[in-house]
């Protein structure tokens, strides 16, 4: 089965590690391309591209100032996605509760030998 565009929804856009990396940088508020570039230490056609795509899954805005373009993260379309992830959070917690629990004891065997 044939894998969907990176365009066809916010998961498969997400899916690009460099896509994330922007999503943290535009976390922190507004940015041009140019400062994308300098922050994320990437080549203009590239930042470009990938705000390409998470402009048409509509997670960032664009806007113009002048001839820069200013992205900023569109949050309300990540919360699909957050939402997704918060369903396996209890996992992490019953993992790190059993390595606790694990090292606890590994801990105790230690201090009886």
Not at 78 to 85: G, S
Not at 88 to 105: K, V
């Amino acid at each position: 089965m044939a894998r969907l565009p990176t365009t066809a929804d916010a998961y498969n856009a997400i899916a690009e590690p460099q896509r994330r990396k922007i999503i943290s940088v535009l976390a922190d508020g507004e940015k041009s391309v140019g400062e994308l570039v300098e922050v994320l230490e990437l080549n203009q056609p590239q930042i470009s591209k990938h705000l390409k795509v998470l402009k048409e899954v509509d997670l960032v805005i664009m806007r113009k100032d002048g001839k820069q373009r200013i992205y900023s993260l569109n949050a309300d379309n990540l919360k699909p996605i957050y939402d997704w992830l918060s369903d396996f959070a209890h996992l992490w917690t019953e993992r790190f509760d059993r390595l606790e629990s694990y090292l606890a004891t590994l801990k105790k065997e230690g201090r009886n030998e």
